[in-house]
């Protein structure tokens, strides 16, 4: 799976390691490290007093520094979005993410890649393990002891696929597909019906980037911010998403800025504020009832003064006044693009897998309304039905970009077909 976010090219990267403890080398330190550290000047702990007029007491060591004061929002004389001042993240926290290797050589750089793909490649596969067993399995039971494949057994073969949430589309299409095998003599036992299977729904999935935005890198390293807006439904996982995202992108080595756009409800701009300081990214607020453009404005203008890379927007997440949210997102599209070329560059719409169809006919509304470019499938691991990201490639024609694979800040993947459709079958 490699680097989660990547923009910049060449050597700028070096791999990650996600949550690990700290190693501590054995190696005595080298001259230099040692004249660096021997050279560094101790801080003095003193207390703070007041400035007074002549001379004062002068102030003396203590035991321990007074405690650091929390970072305030700042408000302007134009009443302009307060900014949570970025907080330092200690670098091994459950919400950290560690840069690795910077003085090792280029095998161990691609050692510890490798190291990290295996274990992304485990817990994806936990991760749908459910599915798997609802499909895979099932597809054992319904094999075993026939010596042929008939209609019966593919009757039996659609009902599986419909219960995993693959779609009835779907289904029927890769159920041509074997079909056409049985016909051509290609697929006369269980293993040639599971790679059938399988290959078909990998090529849906694979299909299904060619359109929206498939990587962060159709847009050039020129163009900053990279503006992101998340789009969903209330209750599908997006501020968590929103959270998540921000965290592992300025892993990457991204200086990262949030926008709290959703000004209709309060709880939204909180639970925000509570992941922003979690994580450590500058979140950009204003009071409820704002019109949320006036945020993405004010957003706009801070992330290109603080030289930000990537710009997360939230936005509203109703539904049941479709024209008011339409005339909002297409206001915010317009004013980013006036200041960001080709803003927003993706629009990433959350998607709740333990929803199934009802998820996908969430998506087909926001579709109509809301110009999306990419999922976003939540909670993976925690439903029997995870083929809905098959049911939602096909019938939405758009990539899946990430997937929720738990609840930790690096169970947020990016989504690989292969290793998906691999999960499901127990490869």
Known sequence: MGLFWRRKSGDEFVSLGLNEPRT???????KEEQQRVDSTPVPVKTDIVPAVTGAGPTPQPVDAPPAPPRPE?????????????????????????????LNLSMEELQAQEAALQQEFSARFRRAVSATRE??????????????????ELLDELEEILIAADIG???????????????????????????TAIRTELLTILRASERQGVASETTVPESVSPYVMMIVGVNGVGKTTTIGKLAQRIKAEGNDVLICAADTFRAAAS??????????????????QGTDPA?????????????????LIVDTAGRLHNKS????????????????????????????????????????RQFLKVAGVTGIVLTKLDGTAKGGIAVAIAKELSLPIRYAGIGEKVDDLVVFDPEQYVNGLFGN
């Open 134 to 151: 609802s499909l895979s399995e099932r597809l054992d039971t319904v094999f075993a002891g026939r010596k042929q494949i008939d209609e």
């Open 24 to 30: 501590v080398s054995k190696d005595p330190p080298s």
């Open 294 to 310: 006036a945020v993405l404005f004010d957003s706009l203008k801070a992330a290109k003064a603080r030289g930000s890379e990537v």
């Open 168 to 194: 009835v589309t779907t289904t029927l299409e890769v159920l041509e597909t074997v079909r056409r095998g049985i016909a051509r003599k290609q697929i006369n036992d269980l293993d040639a019906l599971k």
């Open 324 to 363: 008011n949210l339409m005339a909002e997102l297409e206001k915010m599209k317009r004013v980013a693009g006036r200041e960001v070329e080709g803003a927003p560059h993706e629009t990433l719409l959350v998607v709740d897998a333990v929803t199934g169809q009802n998820g996908l006919e969430q998506a």
């Open 73 to 101: 929002p700042v408000t302007t004389p134009r009443n302009e979005p307060a900014i949570v001042r970025e907080k330092p993240v200690p670098s091994r926290t459950p919400f950290a993410t560690s840069v690795l290797g």
């Open 270 to 287: 909180d639970q925000l504020a509570i992941w922003a300081e979690r994580t450590g990214v500058p979140l950009i607020q204003q009071k």
